[in-house]
T-cell receptor
Framework: RKEVEQDPGPFNVPEGATVAFNCTYS??????FFWYRQDCRKEPKLLMSVYSSGNEDGRFTAQLNRASQYISLLIRDSKLSDSATYLCVIRTGFQKLVFGTGTRLLVSP | DTGVSQDPRHKITKRGQNVTFRCDPI?????LYWYRQTLGQGPEFLTY????????KSRLLSDRFSAERPKGSFSTLEIQRTEQGDSAMYLC??????????????FGQGTRLTVV
């Protein structure tokens, strides 16, 4: 089983829609969780960290479910500019960062 | 610019040649990571350093790959006897070590390697 798994998509949604992605992880000792955004042929950029209590940044909400070992990202009121690949990232203890394969989002007019 | 910088941005090389890439991390970051990414895939871990110590190297990495961070600042990644399968984007990232408040990793723009 992969350490981090994501649905590759693509998720095709119209502008204004709400869309949610999940990411599952296999190591229950994982401690740090992040969502990164990657545009085509660009480097990944940090979107938000994921805290145990959940956190929100504008239209974006991230949640962590330790019991079921997944994190989620919710995007409300999708914009065309949200079209990108969203990468789930975990760290277990003091170890390296492990990336999922990414979920591709396409927002259409 | 105080972000992570990588050099060169693009490299085209003939099969069998050696290539070396450089990464300059954010100055106060003690962790430095190297990843490789191919089209449609997430970044694949290669190796990482804390200060000058190489803490882990991917088991998928052949002996043709070597990385150094001699003074705990910049790092180099060398690929010897390149193969076409080495063609990819090589990404460098840096962060503070876990145990501090903000441990998010920040990426450079990458070096795109094409082996012909």
């Amino acid at each position: 089983r992969k350490e981090v798994e994501q649905d590759p998509g693509p998720f095709n949604v119209p502008e204004g829609a709400t869309v949610a992605f999940n990411c599952t992880y296999s190591n229950s000792a994982s401690q740090s969780f992040f969502w990164y955004r990657q545009d085509c042929r660009k480097e990944p950029k940090l979107l938000m960290s994921v805290y145990s209590s959940g956190n929100e940044d504008g239209r974006f909400t991230a949640q962590l479910n330790r019991a079921s070992q997944y994190i989620s990202l919710l995007i409300r009121d999708s914009k065309l500019s949200d079209s990108a690949t969203y990468l789930c990232v975990i760290r277990t203890g003091f170890q390296k960062l492990v990336f999922g394969t990414g979920t591709r989002l396409l927002v259409s007019p | 610019d105080t972000g992570v910088s990588q050099d060169p941005r693009h490299k085209i090389t003939k099969r069998g040649q050696n290539v070396t890439f450089r990464c300059d991390p954010i100055s106060e970051h003690n962790r430095l990571y190297w990843y490789r990414q191919t089209l449609g895939q997430g970044p694949e871990f290669l190796t990482y350093f804390q200060n000058e110590a190489q803490l882990e190297k991917s088991r998928l990495l052949s002996d043709r790959f070597s990385a150094e961070r001699p003074k705990g600042s910049f790092s180099t990644l060398e690929i010897q006897r390149t193969e076409q399968g080495d063609s990819a984007m090589y990404l460098c990232a840096s962060s503070l070590a876990p145990g501090t408040v903000n441990t998010e990793a920040f990426f450079g723009q990458g070096t795109r390697l094409t082996v012909v």
